[in-house]
């Protein structure tokens, strides 16, 4: 741990990009003045390794205009894959906790904004960085603070030592319409604090790329006509990577050429390997790890499925629907807005080992099934699912909160309270 917060050490420029470059954004998004200084942002967050909410993050920062948000980052923890690779481009911060007990982290936070001169915080999920992140922003005098949530239930299950903080925070970011509902009806926080800013993805990016498929593909020994079954995840408890073995056992009895390719790393990494390696289906399962090529995983992919147990907005389907595959998912959280069962790809109970097994041996056996309901995702995205639109989101309320905060009428200033 640093004591004095230095930036964590810059990625070798030899690791490829596994996000967007960074890019300008037109103009004519913000039709408001720009502020007469960009706001200075930090983003909290547990550590950047490769995972949803986290490569959302690293993406938005990289799309933010420079002229009106400059984007930094702290992990109470290791930076991670992703904090490494950002480092050379924005001021960032890791391993500001020693333990889940170590109060001075509160100390140390709020030294931290204070000498970077932070406007806004924004903690990303909840625990640890949501309690210690906005308190020590309150402490700092920071003008803004701002709490981001990206599922409902665990793990970003709201605390009561959390919830005692509301008080302190003036926005909730929820990432689609019902989970903003779950946000206000139960974790109880007060309507008019809760904004919805959906996910979003570049679009551009995420397409099917018939060559990256055959590499992919070569790479994995997977031959060109094995229909393969797909995840993008974390391997973490929540995502339940053990129902999508389960299920693949089942399938391959009757679809004995499929493969299946699991892209993350996590925690539960070697127990799954050690299930796997039980499966009759072993050798046609396949452990990617971390991966900076998510577009050529997902084009190598015939069916995309996530099996969680919870999830809000999950962006890895975005990211498959983009490219084209059909999606087969659970039941949870908002999925069901991106996921329209019938349209847009197949909906099942969370947990059904049969009901998903059945799915996925459907749209394997069904091509042209496939191929409607990949154009009708890609569709879907295209309409609702852009990262420049959630950017603008993040921008707008951030903005709008800190000329709130900041009106001679408020009564706000950095110091010492």
Known sequence: MSSQFAPSNPVSPNIAPSVLPLVDIDDRAFPDEAPAKPLRVMFLITSLYVGGAETLLVNMMRQFDRRRIV?????????????????????????????????????RLKRLMQQEQIDAVVTVGAGDKMFWGRLAARRARVPVIVSALHSTGWPDGISRLNRLLTPITDAFIAVAAPHRDHLIHVERFPESKVHMIPNGIDCRRFVFDPGRRAAW?????????????????????????????????????????????????????????????????????????????????????????????????????????????????????????????????????????????AQWAQLLEDVDLRADFGSAGRRHVLQHGSLAAMTRGYTSLIEQLFREKTSPRAGVSRGTP
């Open 71 to 107: 984007p930094l980052v702290g992990c109470l923890k290791e930076p991670g894959p992703l904090g490494m690779e950002i480092a050379a481009d924005f001021r960032s911060f890791s391993n500001l906790i020693g333990h889940k007990f170590d109060v001075a982290v509160l100390g």
């Open 217 to 357: 593909r070569q790479q994995w020994d997977i031959p060109a006509d094995s229909p393969v079954v797909g995840i993008v995840a974390a391997l973490r408890p929540e995502k339940n990577h053990e129902l999508f073995l389960r299920v693949a056992e089942r399938v391959s009895g009757s679809i004995a050429r499929t493969h299946f390719l699991i892209v993350g790393d996590g925690p539960r990494r070697q127990a799954l390997e050690q299930m796997a390696a039980g499966l009759n289906c072993r050798q046609h399962i396949h452990f990617v790890g971390n991966s900076t090529d998510i577009p050529g995983a997902l084009s190598a992919m015939d069916v995309f499925s996530l099996t969680s147990h919870n999830e809000a907005n999950p962006v890895s389907i975005l990211e498959a629907m983009s490219a084209s595959r059909a999606v087969v998912a659970p039941q949870v959280g908002s999925i069901d807005e991106s996921v329209v069962h019938g349209k847009t790809g197949l909906l099942a109970r969370a947990g059904d080992e049969r009901q998903f097994a």
